[in-house]
């Protein structure tokens, strides 16, 4: 059997043993970002035997990482229904309402629609206070999610744009390191032009 690699020391895959004709071939499942991430990647090909110091060191990395691309994957509405762990009995949501609704015709005047609706859910023993209790729910999550989006993202910009202006100010510094090198070598050249030429018109003269 191989070595464990750390993402199985951490835990955080599972390793499938398949059989094969020849010999027993250990495939191993990957969390998708390890093949998004070379950093990541490149660990999961290490096999050697890593001390404590060093797994809790690469773990801190993988936090990282991780952490950074959850917060650059885009939710789906269902993965934040999933987060939220909101009923998923379509029967007790606010959207068994609006299956109720579909169903009855469209030419119906709004209140007399109203009432048929609540008619049909009273007699389906569905409470409406349970659907809106479902909605608010929903709602909160969403929102919640909107706003650590909108934080998210002003951290982010904050961040991007101090890097910047930080870029910025060491680019200024370059240029002028260049042009002061540029000053040197044009002083210092013309000493030596000036000492060189001095020394040909002695020998010249010396030759005379």
């Avoid at 934040?80 to 309402?97: L, Q, S």
């Avoid at 609006?98 to 469209?106: M, N, S, T, V």
């Avoid at 070598?185 to 018109?201: A, H, S």
Wanted: charged share 35%; aromatic share 4%.
């Amino acid at each position: 059997m191989a070595k464990k690699n750390i993402f199985e020391k951490l835990g955080l895959i599972e390793a499938e043993y398949v059989e094969d004709d020849a010999q027993n071939e250990e495939m191993m499942t990957m969390p998708d970002i390890t093949m998004q991430d070379p950093v990541i990647a490149n660990l999961a090909k290490d096999t050697d035997e890593l001390n404590d110091d060093e797994v809790k060191e690469i773990e801190g990395k993988l936090d990282v990482l991780i952490g950074a691309y959850e917060k650059n994957k885009l939710l789906t509405i269902e993965d934040i229904y999933r987060n939220a762990r909101v009923e998923t009995d379509t029967k007790k949501t606010i959207f068994m309402a609006d299956i109720f609704l579909k169903a009855l015709p469209e030419n119906l005047p709004v209140d007399v629609k109203k009432e048929s609706l609540l008619n049909i859910m009273n007699v389906s023993n569905i409470p409406v206070d349970t659907l809106l209790s479902d909605a608010y729910q929903r709602i909160d999550a969403l929102n919640t999610v909107l706003e650590n989006t909108v934080q998210t993202t002003q951290s982010v910009i904050e961040s991007n744009e101090a890097s910047i202006r930080e870029l910025e100010r060491r680019v200024v510094e370059l240029k002028k390191v260049i042009d002061e090198r540029r000053k040197f070598e044009e002083d210092q050249n013309t000493l030596i032009e000036y000492e060189v030429q001095k020394i040909i018109g002695i020998v010249d003269y010396i030759k005379q």
